[in-house]
């Protein structure tokens, strides 16, 4: 299957601080790429959609201040959290999917974000 | 209601035996399901995927699809103990205005035990 990576696979920080979460697809492009959340026994919940090139789509609820998303190229996106405090800790994952017409997407590891 | 429901377990196995999931969901409209096991502290990684109603089998997995009474199944065969994970169902509409869009279920977390 296709990969994707995240970098940093997890992250501490200090209440105020911003943090960059770079999501890369290895082996394929990535025409559009997804950024979850996800918090400790639940399932994922979809913050953004972004398609290469253009402005990222929120989900209702999230804010896009806060949330900066990048889609600069077929195999990067990053994610920045702006100003982070501790209810921003969660794990966040991207996910890739190179193929129009199909919802297959392809997940990173996911990266662990702790604010203190 | 949530759209897609899937009970979060624990299902605790003997190593050997089937292990058989669900979910359902209420929307008549989803045409594509996955199957995604996800690690602890790691990322979901697709296990199958399938479009239409009937069977799809895949080495020890077996994806099972019933439009009529919007219900899906994972059964794993001969289950190992590195078979423990949470199993994560996912169904999109893969229409043009929701393309991309999964909707996940909560995810059954599996233990089998040797």
């Known amino acids: 299957g296709a990969v994707v990576s995240q970098h940093p696979s997890r992250v501490i920080c200090k209440s105020g601080t911003s943090v960059k979460i770079e999501c890369r697809s290895l082996?394929?492009?990535?025409?559009?790429m997804f950024w979850y959340r996800q918090f400790p026994k639940q399932s994922l919940m979809l913050m953004a959609t972004s398609n290469e090139g253009s402005k990222a789509t929120y989900e209702q609820g999230v804010e896009k201040d806060k949330f900066l998303i990048n889609h600069a190229s077929l195999t990067l996106s990053t994610l920045t959290v702006t100003s982070a405090h501790p209810e921003d800790s969660s794990f966040y994952i991207c996910?890739?999917?190179?193929?129009?017409?199909?919802?297959?997407?392809?997940f990173g590891p996911g990266t662990r974000l702790t604010v203190l | 209601q949530k759209e897609v429901e899937q009970d979060p377990g624990p299902l605790s196995v003997p190593e050997g035996a089937i292990v058989s999931l669900n979910c359902t969901y209420s929307n008549s409209a989803f045409q594509y399901f996955m199957w995604y096991r996800q690690y602890s502290r790691k990322g979901p990684e697709l296990l199958m995927y399938?479009?239409?109603?009937g069977n799809k089998e895949d080495g020890r997995f077996t994806a099972q699809v019933d439009k009529s009474s919007k219900y899906i199944s994972l059964f794993i065969r001969d289950s190992q103990p590195s078979d423990s994970a949470t199993y994560l169902c996912?169904?999109?509409?893969?229409?043009?205005?929701?393309?991309?869009?999964?909707?996940f279920g909560a995810g059954t977390q599996v233990v089998v035990t040797p």
């Open positions: 996912a169904m999109s509409l893969m229409t043009t205005d929701s393309w991309g869009k999964l909707q």
């Open positions: 996910s890739g999917s190179g193929e129009r017409g199909t919802d297959t997407q392809y």
């Open positions: 082996d394929f492009q990535a025409t559009t």
């Open positions: 399938t479009y239409s109603s």
